[in-house]
């Protein structure tokens, strides 16, 4: 393949993964969009709602821990065609439940697919991009994720008005396989990767278990995105329950807080580029930018002061920025800084951390949201990121057990 080709490709794979995280995105909001909705059809309760998070969460997990073998074992391109038609069937699943516990099973199948997603992506990031551009891709496809959330709110709440909730499942889920007869038809394996000048041998997983910088970065993540995993699931709720909006209300507002979001994930890999480019080593250009999120992100807790609408909008779209400026330059660094034959594997373990985060924080989330006492909530979540910040910086000063 050419250098004109494979440069091409590689911007076309992108593109892909971009799609994908939207899609990834756009199936796990439809829930927690349409819960009062669901909550009424299905006679649901607040603390039902938080387990089936917490199962999503849960079988999430499981499946980072899984995913990240299987994508370095098949390849980005088979691995990442069977988590994506697997969420997706999950989803359009959703739409045919009964009961509550059906909606249960059908949201864990979603979780075991769709971790995938983060799994495949750095993997074919570090495949098929330098140092230079990494932080930049990666900024990317995440940006996938906030445009899925962003776009979720009217689009989800348009389709339940004009048909009814069921056929958001179904018509989501259904663009997943539309995306995977394009990822199979496009996507080329790279005949070399960028960032390995040895053969893509595996790494035998027991060392990777030893690593402490691994383990370190996983404790980052478990501290960290828990505060996402709060503006995604329950942020909408608030909005309803605590300042009263209706649910078109809430699809007019919501998504200036998910749109910070996608401007900090590209904000943040365009910053530690520019760094790079001006000369700074990848890794510490990550650590920079992480650092600086994690001083601004603690401004979230002026929420629970009652602030009025649009200042609580402003400051929540804010930590929104700041987090994925944060997780975008975490992503980029796992990528810089362990060989791509064993991304997959690590970072499927580093993001079960995030999802351990989110399965702890959200029983405690659910008890504080069904007694509306969210003060406390946006009070706890300002302290996450400094704290994970020093865990990054602690595994930055671990070298990998293996070359």
């Not at 649901?44 to 938080?50: G, I, L």
């Not at 495949?127 to 990666?138: D, I, L, Q, S, T």
Request: charged share 10%; hydrophobic share 50%.
């Amino acid at each position: 393949m050419n250098q004109q080709k494979t440069s091409k490709l590689r911007w076309a794979i992108l593109a892909l993964l971009f799609l994908s995280t939207v899609l990834n995105y756009l199936d796990r909001q439809a829930l927690s969009i349409l819960t009062v909705e669901i909550q009424k059809d299905m006679q649901m309760s607040t603390m039902e709602y938080a387990r089936i998070v917490q199962i999503f969460l849960v079988t999430y997990t499981i499946s980072l821990l899984g995913a990240g073998w299987i994508t370095d074992k098949l390849g980005t391109k088979v691995s990442l065609a069977l988590f994506v038609g697997w969420w997706s069937i999950a989803n359009m699943l959703t739409g045919l439940v009964q009961s509550v516990f059906q909606l249960g099973i059908t949201r864990a199948l979603l979780g075991l697919g769709e971790g995938g997603n983060y799994t495949a992506a750095p993997k074919a990031v570090s495949e098929h991009f330098a140092p230079k551009e990494r932080g930049v891709a990666v900024g990317v496809y995440t940006a996938g994720a906030m445009l899925g959330a962003t776009i979720a709110p009217p689009l989800i709440v348009w389709l339940a008005s004009t048909y009814n909730w069921r056929s958001a499942f179904f018509i989501t889920g259904a663009a997943g396989l539309v995306w995977l007869i394009v990822w199979l038809a496009i996507y080329k394996s790279p005949e070399y990767s960028t960032s390995d000048a040895t053969p893509l041998t595996p790494i035998p997983l027991r060392l990777i278990l030893k690593d402490r910088s691994v383990w370190l970065l996983a404790c980052a993540r478990m501290l960290a995105d828990p505060v996402w995993y709060f503006y995604l699931f329950w942020f909408p709720k608030y909005l309803e329950e605590s300042q009263g909006m209706s649910l078109l209300q809430v699809a007019q507002l919501a998504w200036i807080v998910y749109l910070a979001a996608d401007i900090g994930s590209l904000s943040g890999g365009i910053f530690s580029g520019y760094l790079v480019k001006r000369g700074m080593h990848p890794q510490k250009s990550r650590l920079v930018v992480i650092t600086v999120a994690a001083m601004f992100a603690p401004l979230g807790m002026l929420i629970a002061t009652g602030l009025e609408t649009h200042y609580m909008l402003g400051l929540a779209a804010m930590v929104a920025f700041l987090h994925l400026m944060f997780m975008v330059n975490i992503t980029t660094l796992i990528v810089d800084k362990y060989p791509s034959r064993a991304v997959g594997t690590i970072f499927g373990i580093i993001a079960a951390g995030s999802s351990v985060g989110g399965i702890l924080s959200t029983q405690v989330v659910g008890h504080f949201a069904a007694a509306n006492q969210y003060q406390m909530l946006f009070v706890f979540m300002g302290l996450l990121h400094p704290i994970a910040c020093g865990f990054t910086w602690l595994s930055s000063r671990q070298k990998p057990n293996f070359a």
